[in-house]
């Protein structure tokens, strides 16, 4: 039963169309964040969410719209997606926002060509 | 400003042989300091964190870091490296205010010989 779980896994599209990510964890935790990993493989924070309400939202172009509908629940949607788009999108999650042990979904792979 | 940097983007050792993976960091109030690993096609797990208690902290799977305040460190080390040690390997630090906003390093590959 997975702890943190993320959908689609892989997610291929052309330039301009607009896509969502869902991520779900089951851990019963306060806070959900979105995790942006590069090429290189650097991590970069987006977003965070502590019981539904914003609480980190980094410099990022206003395209990204994360979205809690419950506290279980973080789901990120792109709109017009540009090449520099792609990446691994990872999900995570901790007890409440102070915490920092986060427990990561396995990541959405995003190619935009 | 929170920073951490990660000495060496790629560490290859025999099975057997010691594990040392560098990580410096820079912080304007004391650090909470992670180390997660990431295994191929998954997600991070967090290995070991020091948030001010004892400067030695030990993790999961026979890892352990050493909080160094006159350098700067908090390097990753295991006696004796196995070939499921094989992975990336992140130190963070965490950001200020108390988000839970983590600073992850530029990450270093683990590569473990036969």
């Known amino acids: 039963d997975t702890a943190v779980s993320q959908t689609p896994k892989y997610l291929v599209t052309q330039m301009g169309n607009d896509k969502s990510i869902k991520c779900e964890q089951n851990l019963g935790h306060d806070t959900m964040y979105w995790y942006k990993q590069d090429s290189k493989k650097f991590l970069k924070i987006m977003f965070s969410y502590n019981n539904k309400e914003l609480i980190i939202n980094e410099t990022v172009p206003n395209r990204f719209s994360p979205k809690s509908p419950d506290k279980a629940h973080l789901n990120l949607h792109i709109n017009s997606l540009e090449l520099g788009d792609s990446a691994v999108y990872f999900c995570?999650?901790?007890?409440?926002?102070?915490?920092?042990?986060?427990?990561f979904g396995s990541g959405t792979q995003l190619s935009v060509l | 400003a929170q920073s951490v940097t990660q000495l060496g983007s790629h560490v290859s050792v025999s099975e057997g042989a010691l594990v040392l993976l560098r990580c410096n960091y820079s912080s304007s109030v004391p650090p909470y300091l992670f180390w997660y690993v990431q295994y191929p096609n998954q997600g991070l797990q967090l290995l070991l964190k020091?948030?001010?208690?004892?400067?030695l902290v030990k993790g999961i799977n026979g890892f352990e870091a050493e909080f160094k305040k006159s350098e700067t460190s908090f390097h990753l080390t295991k006696p004796s490296a196995h070939m499921s040690d094989a992975a990336e390997y992140f130190c963070a630090v965490s950001g200020t205010g108390n988000t839970g906003k983590l600073i992850f390093g530029q990450g270093t590959t683990l590569q473990v010989k036969p």
């Open positions: 020091y948030t001010s208690a004892a400067t």
């Open positions: 995570a999650s901790s007890q409440e926002a102070t915490n920092e042990k986060l427990f």
